[in-house]
């Protein structure tokens, strides 16, 4: 039986690890694809091999790992560039969440993902949750939570879906812009709802 599985996107920012974590403290089993991103390009992974011949030493840290700022650096100011590391990545963070997917035991499972209306994650899923916050407090979160600067978050939302664009492909929505108590309530309400959904999927 293929498991139900339920996509969480968002913006940058928007607070989609909240969220997640309010799920998988109700048992639901999760993969988050920027985790299985980081797992592909891990130390001794061939695909750190690959783009260590692309890139050169640069990019690797002193002990060997990727360097992830120097990549980003290169990536967003070299045109071509973040389409040659997405086609090396892509296909393998799919298979790694393929995996997950696979054998996970809850009643249903996430797939959370910056991207996944973006990339042909989105095939992976029965159901799109989307977490929206205004871009002023995507802007805020981001740089507190990664030391970054506001250039470089608007950056990388100018790689995602407009937040209007990724709204239109919600089945729900998460308003992420209040009091943890309000996500609380709405997250027990939709996980109802999916223990609902997946039940009938089963039976179908």
């Known amino acids: 039986m293929k498991k139900w599985v339920l996509g969480i996107t968002g913006g940058i920012g928007s607070?989609?690890?909240t969220i997640v974590r309010l799920f998988t403290n109700?048992?639901?089993?999760?993969?988050d694809a920027d985790f299985a991103a980081r797992l592909v390009v891990s130390k001794g992974k061939p695909a750190l091999d690959q783009i260590h011949d692309h890139f050169g030493a640069k990019i690797l840290l002193p002990d060997g790992n990727l360097d992830r700022a120097a990549l980003r650096k290169i990536i967003f100011?070299?045109?071509?560039?973040?389409?040659?590391?997405?086609q090396l990545l892509h296909p393998l963070?799919?298979?790694?969440?393929?995996?997950?997917?696979?054998n996970v035991s809850s009643p249903y499972a996430i797939l959370v993902s910056p991207l996944l209306i973006e990339t042909n994650?989105?095939?992976?899923?029965n159901h799109i949750l989307?977490?929206?916050?205004?871009?002023?407090l995507q802007v805020?979160?981001?740089?507190?939570?990664?030391?970054?600067?506001e250039e470089q978050v608007k950056a990388i939302m100018q790689t995602q879906l407009p937040r209007n664009e990724r709204l239109q492909y919600a089945q729900d929505i998460i308003y992420n812009d209040g009091s943890v108590n309000n996500l609380v309530t709405e997250v027990d309400r939709l996980h109802q709802h999916y223990l609902t959904l997946s039940?009938?999927?089963?039976h179908e």
């Open 130 to 136: 989307v977490i929206d916050a205004p871009e002023t």
């Open 199 to 202: 039940q009938q999927k089963y």
């Open 140 to 149: 805020e979160r981001s740089i507190a939570r990664d030391h970054c600067t």
């Open 93 to 102: 963070i799919r298979q790694e969440i393929v995996n997950f997917l696979n």
């Open 15 to 17: 607070g989609k690890s």
């Open 121 to 125: 994650q989105i095939q992976l899923v």
């Open 77 to 86: 100011n070299t045109p071509g560039q973040r389409q040659w590391l997405e």
């Open 26 to 31: 109700r048992g639901i089993g999760a993969i």
